[in-house]
T-cell receptor
Framework: NAGVTQTPKFRVLKTGQSMTLLCAQD?????MYWYRQDPGMGLRLIHY???????AKGEVPDGYNVSRLKKQNFLLGLESAAPSQTSVYFC??????????????FGPGTRLTVT | GQQLNQSPQSMFIQEGEDVSMNCTSS?????WLWYKQEPGEGPVLLIA?????ELTSNGRLTAQFGITRKDSFLNISASIPSDVGIYFC??????????FGTGTKLQVIP
C-alpha cells in the first residue's frame, strides 16, 4: 500500500494563477481532509469530506475549493492564488468513527510558494 | 472556536535527558492525540487517549489524559537523536476532525 500520496511535492505560482493539488489514498478510507501548515500555527483544517461526492468547510476555507468525485481522491483547488496561500499543504484520510479507529494518516505534503 | 495551548514552543535537550510537554484545552473533549512530525514529512500518530485519567505508553513515550479532560501531557524518557521533530497535540471531534496545537519543536544535542 502506498498510503496517502500527494502531487505535486513542490510548486511555485504567480499571484492570480490557479492550480489543483491532488491527494490519493489506497486504504479505502471514508474521510479525507486538507490542512495547511504555517510556521508557529500548527495545522489548520481547510476542507474535509466524509464520503464520495460530499465536502464541507473547515477552519480556513476561503480561497480554496475541493472536490471528491472518487472515494480515493480528494482535490484541492486554488482559483486565484495569493501570497497569503504560501504554505505547506497536507492531505490526510481516516476511517469513519463507527469503525472505532481515530487515526488520521497524512501524506508527505506539498510546498506551495506564491510570488 | 476551540483554544488549544501547547507548551513549550521549543526545547533543546541533551541526549539521554527526559522531556515533558503539555497541552491544555478551553473545552472538554473525549479524545486526545499526540503526533510527531519529522522534517519534510507529514505528522504520524504516536499515542491516542480516550478516557480521563488514561495513561498510555508507546516505547519510551508516555502520555496521559488529564482528569479534568482539558489537558494532556507527553513524556519522552532517555531521549535519543532520532526524537528530533515537532510534536503536536490534537483533539479529535466530529468526523475525526483534528484540532492541532501549535507544536513543540524538540532538538536533541548528542
Amino acid at each position: 500500500n502506498a498510503g496517502v500520496t500527494q502531487t505535486p511535492k513542490f510548486r511555485v505560482l504567480k499571484t492570480g494563477q490557479s492550480m489543483t493539488l491532488l491527494c490519493a489514498q489506497d486504504m479505502n478510507h471514508e474521510y479525507m481532509y486538507w490542512y495547511r501548515q504555517d510556521p508557529g500555527m500548527g495545522l489548520r483544517l481547510i476542507h474535509y469530506s466524509v464520503g464520495e461526492g460530499t465536502t464541507a468547510k473547515g477552519e480556513v476555507p476561503d480561497g480554496y475549493n475541493v472536490s471528491r468525485l472518487k472515494k480515493q481522491n480528494f482535490l484541492l483547488g486554488l482559483e486565484s492564488a495569493a501570497p497569503s496561500q504560501t504554505s505547506v499543504y497536507f492531505c490526510a484520510s481516516s476511517y469513519s468513527r463507527r469503525q472505532g479507529v481515530y487515526e488520521q494518516y497524512f501524506g508527505p505534503g506539498t510546498r506551495l510558494t506564491v510570488t | 472556536g476551540q483554544q488549544l495551548n501547547q507548551s513549550p514552543q521549543s526545547m533543546f535537550i541533551q541526549e539521554g535527558e527526559d522531556v515533558s510537554m503539555n497541552c491544555t484545552s478551553s473545552s472538554i473533549f473525549n479524545t486526545w492525540l499526540w503526533y510527531k512530525q519529522e522534517p519534510g514529512e507529514g505528522p504520524v500518530l504516536l499515542i491516542a487517549l480516550y478516557k480521563a485519567g488514561e495513561l498510555t505508553s508507546n516505547g519510551r513515550l508516555t502520555a496521559q489524559f488529564g482528569i479534568t479532560r482539558k489537558d494532556s501531557f507527553l513524556n519522552i524518557s532517555a531521549s535519543i537523536p532520532s526524537d528530533v521533530g515537532i510534536y503536536f497535540c490534537g483533539l479529535s471531534g466530529g468526523y475525526q476532525k483534528v484540532t492541532f496545537g501549535t507544536g513543540t519543536k524538540l532538538q536533541v544535542i548528542p
